[in-house]
């Protein structure tokens, strides 16, 4: 009885630490240092690069809605049609509709359903022919950001893993239009994943340039996103309020992270 009261105890102890953080949190302190971070200003073209439908609910909902309030003008490459279970057709239209409700308009979305990118975690996506088809799309469109997953996919799906391969090989091989930054997505432990609110004391203490933090209503958007998803019945993993970029050594102000922050309450 006294290991369960301590640990307990410990609980509450850190929801109460999370709150306070909640409590003293100015959401325009995070938007303040996106400049240094390498961040474009307003009416800048994103581009969120994703391999299913459904990664932009999953997964990015907290980066396209602070990408919104920054009013960056956020378009979508999806590189599958997410048909490994033979629901393709109705995924396409759940991807639009779930884009709709993250500001993302049907004409700003396209979705590559071919041979070459089958969804299969156990096929390996080429390279060179995801490099090619996200450059020309990134050149047609004027891209000045691209967002996608780090190299850790994280889930750990192939088909997420070689979306960064490929980005990270134009960018290193210096192949992306000059003035077009990355951000990844940082892939996290399990434990911090479903750790929901008792998470937010390390997102919003960890060092970082630019740190979002969704609105109550945002969040419900967020949600709203993931409850489109009739085909798959899956639910985002780290679906909250806050979301923060940081420099990768090598490339600072051009190649960021952005980092998962699983808490789940509204501010």
């Not at 105890?9 to 409590?23: C, I, N, S």
């Not at 325009?28 to 459904?54: F, W």
């Not at 022919?129 to 450059?135: E, G, I, Q, R, W």
Request: hydrophobic residues 45%; proline residues 6%; contains cysteine.
């Amino acid at each position: 009885m006294e290991v369960v009261g301590l640990v307990c105890g410990a609980a509450a102890a850190v929801v109460v630490l999370a709150w306070g953080f909640l409590w003293v949190w100015d959401p325009s302190e995070g938007m303040k240092s996106r400049e240094q971070a390498g961040l474009p200003g307003a009416g800048s073209r994103s581009l969120l690069v994703i391999a299913h439908p459904d990664d932009e609910a999953m997964f990015f909902a907290p980066t396209v809605l602070g990408l919104g309030r920054l009013r960056h003008r956020v378009s979508l490459l999806c590189f599958s049609a997410g048909n490994y279970y033979n629901q393709g057709e109705i995924r396409k239209k759940e991807l639009l509709q779930s884009c709709g409700v993250l500001g993302i308009p049907p004409s700003s979305v396209m979705i590559i359903d071919n041979r070459d990118f089958p969804d299969d975690p156990g096929v390996q996506w080429d390279t060179e022919l995801v490099a090619n088809t996200l450059l020309r799309h990134v050149e047609v469109n004027d891209i000045n950001l691209v967002v996608t997953f780090d190299a850790g996919g994280v889930s750990g799906h192939s088909n997420h893993v070689a979306l960064h391969t490929a980005v990270r090989a134009l960018h290193s091989n210096g192949k992306l239009p000059k003035g077009c930054s990355v951000l990844t997505l940082q892939s996290v432990n399990v434990l911090r994943k479903y750790l929901a609110i008792l998470d937010l004391p390390w997102s919003l203490s960890a060092p970082q340039d630019v740190l979002f933090v969704l609105t109550g209503e945002e969040v419900a958007r967020a949600k709203l996103s993931a409850m489109v998803w009739e085909s798959s019945r899956r639910w985002p993993t780290s679906l909250g309020p806050c979301t923060h970029v940081g420099d990768q050594d090598e490339a600072p102000g051009s190649w960021l992270r952005i980092s998962e922050a699983p808490a789940v309450a509204a501010i």
